[in-house]
């Protein structure tokens, strides 16, 4: 550290993101990625938006904002879009947040949260999950603070029924009650239908898992256009061309062929049902997940061992280092060969 950081930046502990590593080439399932490539009229659209750069992009995303709002039954005023869904996320905190608005998560979930949380100097409290992993529901019913859950939640892969972000969000009026669905698309259900209905609730989502597009940097956030306003209020206050021309492109392209993409999740659930039952057939407790990953253990392998002996073999995997998982590792699913390969490294490790 510099001798110029600001006192207030001291203490901050970033997050640190899953690994990229370069050196050689992985099988890659260690960040939640898509195995598949985006769509062939994506790349066109990419490749025609690169001869316009010369321009600012446009910052309120008319032409993506109006096809996303088109297929979630919305209107474009409910959409703010984000460089990321990370961004999405860090402008809820900075906008909602303070000293009489903490917030409350899971206390096994997205690593991002607790940071925006010491960044935008917002008190937070994490609430423990119950022993089978599950959110614990009554917890946060009249919690009297802003909630983040991630449904599905991430790394565990479980998700909540409408019903319970329903009760959630009913039971506190008086804060934002935050869903995260950057894995919806693999078997969660959406609480997008809910939103005219609750003036407090703000749903996230992501082009970066089920879209193909982690590189573009593309996501959201859809709620009532009173809380879009607060959060448009804080993207015009930071950084108004937060989505670039080319991404924007990108993502309007991508929701023109959302067939292509929710073929591509079928195949995804499909590979994932089928590793959940080899893994099992090899002794691994894999937790029920409606992501596009699983979170397993295997009561003779050590979590940290199994990762780093498949990081050896050219298999990525994730592995978190947090006292209550660290038993487990988090697969992303990839193609099924991409599967096959890994389960054959995981016998033969045991062997
Ligand atoms: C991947 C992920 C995100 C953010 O993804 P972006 O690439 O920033 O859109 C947000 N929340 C959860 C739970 C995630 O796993």
């Known amino acids: 550290m510099s001798s110029f950081m600001s ?41 025609e938006a690169g001869k316009s750069l010369q321009l600012y992009s446009d910052p309120q995303c008319t032409e993506l904002n109006k096809v996303t709002a088109e297929y979630l039954g919305v209107k474009p005023e409910q959409i703010l879009m984000t460089n990321g869904s990370d961004e999405a996320l860090g402008f809820i905190f900075a906008a909602f947040g303070d000293e009489d ?41 009249g919690v009297d603070a802003n909630i983040v859950i991630a449904n599905p939640n991430a790394p565990t892969g479980l998700s909540l029924p409408l019903e319970a972000v329903e009760r959630i969000t009913a039971s506190n009026p008086n804060h934002v009650v935050v869903i995260d669905e ?48 607060d959060l448009n209020t804080i993207k015009y206050s930071t950084n108004p061309y937060n989505v670039n021309s080319m991404t924007m492109a990108a993502g309007t392209a991508a929701i023109k062929d959302a067939e292509y993409y929710s073929d591509n999740c079928l195949k995804i659930i499909e590979n994932r049902e089928y590793a959940k039952q080899e ?73």
């Open 7 to 47: 006192k207030k930046r001291e203490s901050l502990v970033a997050y640190t993101p899953g690994e990229q590593p370069k050196n050689r080439k992985y099988i890659k399932l260690n960040t939640n990625e898509s195995p598949f490539p985006p769509s062939e009229n994506v790349s066109r659209a990419i490749n």
């Open 101 to 141: 608005n903490p917030f409350v998560f899971p206390d096994i979930t997205y690593g991002f949260y607790p940071v925006f949380a010491q960044f935008y100097n917002v008190p937070y409290r994490e609430i423990p999950l119950k022993d089978d992993f599950s959110v614990s529901v009554d917890d946060y019913i």
């Open 182 to 229: 950057a894995y919806v698309d693999f078997g969660g259900q959406s609480a997008v239908t809910l939103i005219n209905k609750y003036k407090n609730l703000l749903v996230t989502r992501t082009f970066s898992k089920s879209y193909s597009l982690a590189g573009a940097r593309l996501g959201f956030a859809v709620g009532c256009e009173e809380l879009i306003d």
């Open 279 to 351: 893994l099992e057939k090899l002794g691994f407790e894999v937790i029920d997940s409606k992501a596009n990953f699983l979170f397993a253990k295997h009561p003779e392998l050590d979590g940290k061992e199994l990762y780093l002996k498949l990081k050896d073999r050219g298999v990525l995997i994730r592995h978190f280092d947090k006292d209550r998982i660290k038993d487990y590792n988090r697969i992303t699913i990839g193609t099924k060969d991409q599967m096959d390969k890994l389960l054959e490294e995981i016998e033969d490790i045991m062997a």
